[in-house]
């Protein structure tokens, strides 16, 4: 494939996946918060009814609710990294043309 074709698609793809990357972002931060939410309302219920400190953590995290919650957050997280993992990709690309299309010039091959 030619290298502008190449950089083209690499930001194309970049510029048709920036509202993507901003919601996966968000998302990743709003299931992790949903998690400790889970976690802390857990936990306050436990503790009012007098167990450990300990006992409540590990309750808090060993409960349903939490699981589901941490579940969802980890699938985030992966989609989250997934699309950064593309966009790098991308964007590796896009400058690996400008570094051919420099040297092209470099050499006299316009």
Same mark, same amino acid.
């Given at each position: 494939?030619?290298?502008?074709?190449?950089?083209?698609?690499? #930001?194309?793809? +970049?510029?048709? %996946?920036? @509202? /993507?990357?901003?919601? %996966? @972002?968000?998302?990743? #931060?709003?299931?992790?918060? +949903?998690?400790?939410?889970?976690? =802390? +309302?857990?936990?306050?219920?436990? *503790?009012?009814? &007098?167990?450990?400190?300990?006992?409540?953590?590990?309750?808090?995290? $060993? $409960?349903?609710?939490? /699981?589901?919650?941490?579940?969802?957050? #980890?699938?985030?997280?992966?989609?989250?990294?997934? +699309?950064?993992? %593309? *966009?790098?990709?991308?964007?590796? @690309?896009?400058?690996? &043309?400008? $570094?051919? =299309?420099? =040297?092209?010039? /470099? &050499? &006299? /091959?316009?």
């Amino acid at each position: 494939m030619d290298p502008m074709t190449r950089m083209d698609n690499a #930001l194309a793809y +970049l510029a048709e %996946t920036d @509202a /993507q990357m901003a919601d %996966t @972002a968000v998302m990743k #931060l709003r299931t992790e918060y +949903l998690c400790e939410v889970a976690e =802390n +309302l857990i936990y306050k219920t436990l *503790r009012a009814s &007098g167990a450990s400190v300990e006992d409540c953590k590990r309750e808090a995290r $060993s $409960s349903e609710d939490f /699981q589901k919650k941490y579940d969802d957050h #980890l699938k985030a997280v992966r989609d989250f990294e997934f +699309l950064r993992a %593309t *966009r790098k990709r991308a964007e590796l @690309a896009f400058e690996a &043309g400008r $570094s051919i =299309n420099a =040297n092209r010039r /470099q &050499g &006299g /091959q316009v």
